[in-house]
């Protein structure tokens, strides 16, 4: 797995050499991002593939030591959140391979992060003071319709992960619904009408 820093993070985390991305496929890159929305330190989680956001707040100093492990442990709980078994978890940990930081895997990718934020400024409610991981926040910007890097079609980053986890082979796929096609049940009542 890839980690991207930005040069918000790169400055938090004291560090001058950061390693260029290796070009691990972009369902297994997180780029973050560090930022201040409503006067508080506010870290961005974005996969580089579907844009799926996570929105962490008041990171203490020993994270930022472990940065790595950090998000790793943010990735896994919030796949726990969305209802993935721990099977599917380590399945997911396992295809991405080892862990590194890494530059930001490309524009496209930044500017889904800086989207993010642009949207994160907008949201309405306050951040939740009692909880590190900012649920509704992230819930907010994974509504946001987009077409990221890994899709060729627009979509909502939380639908796309989704899709991404389908094609992975970690979820079963899900069974196209039957699409009603409105033209021709128009037609037919013109026809009839008529």
């Known amino acids: 797995m890839e980690i991207g820093a930005t040069k918000?993070?790169?400055?938090?985390?004291?560090?001058?050499?950061?390693?260029?991305s290796k070009g691990a496929s972009h369902v297994f890159c997180w780029?973050?991002?560090?930022?201040?929305i409503k006067g508080r330190n506010v870290l961005f989680i974005v996969n580089a593939s579907n844009r799926y956001t996570i929105a962490m707040t008041d990171i203490e100093p020993r994270n930022w030591n472990y940065?790595?492990?950090y998000i790793i442990?943010?990735?896994h709980g919030v796949m726990q959140e969305m209802g993935y078994y721990e099977d599917q978890i380590g399945q997911y940990f396992k295809m991405s391979g080892d862990t590194t930081v890494t530059k930001t895997h490309g524009r496209k990718s930044v500017?889904?992060?800086?989207?993010?934020?642009m949207d994160a400024q907008y949201f309405g409610k306050k951040l939740d003071k009692e909880a590190k991981y900012q649920w509704e926040l992230s819930e907010y910007l994974n509504r946001d319709i987009c077409q990221p890097d890994g899709f060729d079609a627009y979509g909502y980053p939380s639908e796309l992960f989704k899709l991404d986890m389908e094609r992975l082979g970690i979820v079963a796929k899900r069974k196209t619904e039957k699409v009603i096609d409105f033209?021709?049940?128009?037609?037919?009542?013109r026809g009839t009408n008529d």
């Open 8 to 20: 918000a993070v790169q400055d938090r985390l004291k560090t001058t050499k950061i390693e260029e």
């Open 31 to 36: 780029d973050t991002h560090l930022t201040k």
């Open 67 to 69: 940065y790595a492990m």
């Open 73 to 75: 442990r943010v990735i």
């Open 111 to 117: 500017g889904g992060i800086n989207r993010m934020v």
């Open 183 to 189: 033209s021709q049940y128009i037609e037919s009542k």
